[in-house]
């Protein structure tokens, strides 16, 4: 589908600010010293030996046949990268599968610079979603992807990617949810309304169910402030998060209850039932900032 041109020419700019501001070019990438050169940087990333994460071959041959494949470079340094391939509806949305940035470089905003450059990238060729998926309890990306992006949660899938054995998630269930970003349009989050917690933070760190009959305008539930952190410490309080967390949200989203943002003061995701809400949606003029 066709994207307003003022719409894809805001994107453009955005993109390229954010690249400017990080300090880095983004390339796409198609050649196999490249792609090799990707799946190493993702390896230390995750802790995981070179070559375990994907095959050299397929992503060359991806990035060939129109897919998103592109490098982070701080000068001639690769510093990020990310692969995104079409999905379903098919022309109008791309799944970005994975992306990281090496490690020391946060707060330089390069993921941001990624993610407006996908953004751009798509818009381009009239493409109007971007899906993902990441795990719930890492609140710095629940933060980014739903109040700075604007992305939506749709589903929350149990064990996803079945066992994982790279350096971060060895050992824990891979539950993640899964997030739509509708490019054309902005979402605010609703705030105000009176918010009663669900699950919380209890005097032993791990997570307390506070309320089983949500009677309230707006839910929280609340999240680890640092979830990786707490696995490298005590693996088995970081499972009990996952299972508790697993709990209350399957269960509200059952329950006709959605995501509509994510407070980074109390490190909470706010729902609010599907039939209360007020998204706070507008046609974008100019884009979402960045």
């Excluded at 954010?18 to 940087?41: F, H, K, Q, T, Y």
Aim: hydrophobic share 40%; aromatic share 8%; proline share 5%.
């Amino acid at each position: 589908m066709r994207q307003p041109r003022e719409l894809v020419a805001t994107a453009v700019q955005e993109a390229a600010d954010c690249s400017l501001r990080a300090g880095v070019d983004i390339r796409a990438l198609e050649r196999p010293d490249d792609i090799s050169a990707v799946w190493g940087l993702f390896g230390e990333i995750w802790n995981v030996p070179n070559g375990e994460l994907g095959d050299r071959d397929l992503l060359v041959a991806m990035a060939h046949a129109g897919n998103y494949v592109v490098g982070a470079y701080d000068a001639d340094r690769l510093v990020g990268a990310c692969i995104g391939f079409f999905g379903e509806p098919l022309g109008d949305s791309l799944h970005s599968h994975i992306a990281g940035v090496s490690s020391g470089l946060d707060g330089r905003g390069i993921g941001t610079a990624m993610k407006y450059h996908q953004r751009a990238w798509c818009l381009q060729r009239g493409i109007g979603q971007i899906t993902w998926t990441f795990d719930p309890l890492i609140a710095r990306n629940a933060a980014f992807n739903l109040n700075r992006l604007g992305a939506r949660i749709e589903d929350y899938l149990v064990e996803f990617y079945g066992p994982m054995n790279d350096g971060r998630n060895l050992g824990q269930p891979s539950d993640r949810v899964w997030v739509v970003w509708d490019l054309t349009t902005h979402h605010s989050p609703v705030v105000g309304a009176r918010s009663t917690p669900v699950l919380a933070l209890a005097p032993d760190g791990g997570p307390r169910r506070t309320s089983s009959t949500p009677a309230a305008d707006q839910l929280l539930v609340s999240i680890p402030t640092d979830i990786e952190a707490l696995r490298r410490t005590d693996p088995a309080m970081a499972g009990r998060w996952r299972y508790g967390l697993r709990e209350v949200m399957t269960e509200l989203m059952s329950a006709g209850w959605v995501v509509i943002g994510f407070d980074r003061t109390a490190t909470s995701y706010l729902f609010a039932s599907d039939d209360r809400r007020d998204d706070g949606s507008d046609r974008m003029a100019s884009g979402t900032g960045a």
